[in-house]
Nanobody, 117 residues
Framework: EVQLVESGGGLVQAGGSLRLSCAASGFTFDDDAIGWFRQAPGKEREAVGCISSSDGSAYYGDSVKGRFIISSGNAKNTVYLQMNSLKREDTAVYYC??????????WGQGTQVTVSV
């Protein structure tokens, strides 16, 4: 089955770190743009950032710039979201998708990140 699967979410204290993974199943990231998004309860979906699988270049939303880092794994089927200096407002369900802007080919099921203070 062709799908994206996120993992690594959980409960973390403010100021802490988490690393999320986005694994492609049934395909590899060949010249793809992979996006991370998040949605908090009652809020609109927000773009966290995007990475190009071909050259590793990445860009980030203003709310996470300087704190989050997106990277690619060596096997070309996994992308990571390293989240540092987490804040309460980072609490959300995090998703990965291909490509970074619609129309989207794939969406993951999401992983919950909860930041406690």
């Amino acid at each position: 089955e062709v799908q994206l699967v996120e993992s690594g979410g959980g409960l973390v204290q403010a100021g802490g770190s988490l690393r999320l993974s986005c694994a492609a199943s049934g395909f590899t990231f060949d010249d793809d743009a992979i996006g991370w998004f998040r949605q908090a309860p009652g809020k609109e979906r927000e773009a966290v950032g995007c990475i190009s699988s071909s050259d590793g270049s990445a860009y980030y939303g203003d709310s996470v710039k300087g704190r989050f880092i997106i990277s690619s794994g060596n096997a070309k089927n996994t992308v990571y979201l390293q989240m540092n200096s987490l804040k309460r407002e980072d609490t959300a369900v995090y998703y990965c998708a291909v490509p970074c802007v619609g129309p989207y080919e794939y969406w993951g099921q999401g992983t919950q990140v909860t930041v406690s203070v």
